[in-house]
């Protein structure tokens, strides 16, 4: 059986061509018209994979909220905005709440089965770690790649799993410094250049809220990031 897709869009016709496609490429995939009928249904199952809305019925802003309910309940589960809101405000926005992605209505089917993909790949991948890669540590972090965990001092790190590929890809080359193509290529994950810094941004966040003085992650100005030795 394939995997287990949920998406909360509030226009009927649109929804059920995004249910029908997918279930074409092999997905089971769930509608929900509203994110309460989305949040009652997710408090019984979470689905393996999120797409939502920004904007649901009555609600402008529904598709944010929805976010960050299931981000209080998990960390790690993917979720992939879908709208017609393409404004810079609304990606960093969707982006800062904890999706995995942003995408706009226009893109193609086949794009959005792409992404979709990638996020799958980017869990199955963190959960067969090679044996040596299953550990990392670096002074106060702690990655364990098959638990999906990174810990500082101790305490975990509620990272997303965009967010934990990143952290994965900076820590296992401490000093080197990665551009925004190899963050993209590592993480498995097609952005652009201001998604990336929003994730980057949101990354240090979780780290400085834990302990204020974190400053492992390094711009490089012009160039990418590293993760200092």
């Not at 994110?35 to 598709?63: H, K, N, Q, Y």
């Not at 405000?89 to 193609?108: E, H, N, P």
């Not at 086949?110 to 067969?128: E, G, T, V």
């Amino acid at each position: 059986m394939g995997r287990s897709i949920a998406i909360v869009e509030d226009e009927p016709a649109i929804r059920a061509n995004y249910v029908e496609a997918l279930t074409r490429f092999g997905y089971q995939v769930a509608g929900y018209g509203s994110r309460p009928e989305a949040s009652r249904a997710f408090a019984l199952r979470l689905p393996e994979l999120v797409i939502i809305d920004v904007g649901l019925g009555d609600e402008p802003e529904g598709g944010f909220e929805l976010c960050r309910e299931l981000r209080a309940r998990s960390a790690t589960l993917p979720i992939l905005f879908l709208t017609a809101r393409d404004s810079d405000l609304d990606i960093i926005s969707g982006l800062r709440l904890g999706a995995d992605d942003y995408l706009t209505k226009d893109v193609s089917l086949h794009h959005l089965a792409a992404r979709i993909s990638a996020l799958f790949r980017r869990l199955d991948a963190l959960a067969r770690p090679t044996a040596k890669e299953t550990v990392v540590e670096h002074g106060p972090l702690k990655l364990e790649a098959e638990r999906m965990r990174v810990t500082w001092n101790g305490i975990e790190v509620p990272l997303t799993v965009t967010e934990f590929w990143m952290v994965h890809t900076l820590v296992r080359f401490p000093g080197q410094v990665k551009n925004r193509d190899q963050l993209m290529r590592e993480a498995q994950v097609v952005v652009d250049d201001a998604t990336i810094t929003s994730h980057i941004k949101r990354i240090r966040k979780k780290f400085l809220a834990i302990d204020p003085a974190f400053d492992a992650i390094e711009t490089v100005h012009g160039v990418g990031y590293r993760w200092r030795p």
